[in-house]
């Protein structure tokens, strides 16, 4: 018999097994995370459930999280309205085009600025940085684009807006984080500075893209000053004038074709009507570039 005995084994523990301090983070970092997230939905919550309560619960501040004394009075004016839609329609319009200008314009001129080789880079970068800092003033603008000839047209929105300073200094440092032996190789394969763009740069650039058509389209969904500016016909503003002029009416009560009741009706939750109507379209198209908002960010984001 063998006096050798087998070592005693010793139980194997995982390495990757998780500390008990590190589930106790865990833990209390889910707590805080949905409390969190519980806050920042309540605002919208509770403006649902007043666009769907009654006056008298509103103005006694009863509405929370369900609404009271249901009614659908403001929203029955609003969509039986035929201006609604036709506005609607328009801002549809206004951000479809706007946005299409917008990334054109800037996604060229980021390239452009990625170029570290580029003479006069340093007089770009700074004419664009400058903007962020002054601008023309009101009445020269509005000089400026009567003087164009663009009033009462898509143009007078998409334009001046047209370049984001901060799209465009975060789609610059995404293009600076490619690596330049690709499109090294695509000029010795024959491709134009054209081809490289369109061929190897933005398919690669799928989610700062996704970004920034996500910011430009919330940017140019949610403006209404330059349509109320350099609008004159009814029929050509957005819907987001539309729904200012209706909470205009309604709280100065002149809505003269209206009931006594339904004014009072659509002065208590117009606001969360409009809120509700403006924000829908964008939170159903939200969850679609969601999956790209983060790292479109993070890839592009300036680095010290």
Known sequence: MSLLTPRARRPRTSVNQPTR??????????????????????????IIARSFSGEGHI?????????KGFNLT???????DSMFWRNYGNTVFYTVVSTVLAMVLTTCYAYV?????LKGRGLLVGVAVFTMFFTGGLIPNYVLVTSLGLKNSVWAIALPNAISVFNLLVMKAFFESLPTELEEAAEIDGLSTYGIL??????????????????????????????????????LMPVTVYLRNLIAGATTGGNAGAATEQLSQVGANIQAVTIVLTSLPILCVYPFVQRFFVSGVMLGAVKG
């Not at 106790?24 to 509770?46: E, K």
């Not at 403001?74 to 039986?80: A, D, G, L, P």
């Not at 389209?217 to 949610?222: A, D, H």
């Open 21 to 46: 301090g590190y589930r106790v983070f865990q833990g209390v970092n889910g707590v805080i995370l949905t409390l969190v997230v519980l806050v920042t939905l309540y605002p919208f919550v509770n």
């Open 59 to 67: 103005r006694a501040g009863e509405v929370a999280l369900w609404p």
């Open 74 to 80: 403001t929203y029955r004016i609003v969509f039986q």
């Open 113 to 117: 600025l990625s170029k570290p080789g």
């Open 198 to 235: 369109l061929r190897i740069v933005l398919p690669l650039s799928k989610a700062v893209i996704a970004t920034m058509v996500l910011f430009y389209s919330v940017s140019f969904w949610n403006s209404w000053f330059s349509a109320y500016l350099y609008m004159d016909r009814t029929e």
